[in-house]
């Protein structure tokens, strides 16, 4: 089982979260995670945000990472959306 958790902080406060979980063992983690965050920006009515290399690096090392104004085309009405691994295979 893989499960995802996406928070939105505006102000250092927890807005909104959910808990995406996959259990597609034909997936890559990479795999795993962009369908994740595909669906929590469904579920949270958000464009899907944009990898950039701080992002790649930051998810790598700590399993988690945040994606600020700069990661989205559209204006966000938050401060950031932060994703984190909870649990993999």
């Given amino acids: 089982m893989f499960r995802i958790w996406m928070k939105i902080f505006k102000e250092n406060r927890l807005v909104q979260d959910t808990v995406i979980a996959l259990d597609d063992p034909d997936m890559s983690r990479t795999a795993k995670v ?15 945000p ?20 700069d990661n989205f085309v559209e204006e966000i009405p938050f401060d950031f959306l932060e994703i984190h691994v909870i649990e993999e295979d």
């Fill in 50 to 69: 944009i990898w950039l290399d701080a992002n790649i690096r930051e998810f790598k090392r700590h399993n988690k990472t945040r994606f600020t104004q």
């Fill in 34 to 48: 962009f369908q994740a965050v595909a669906d929590a920006s469904l579920i949270f009515d958000l464009s899907q």
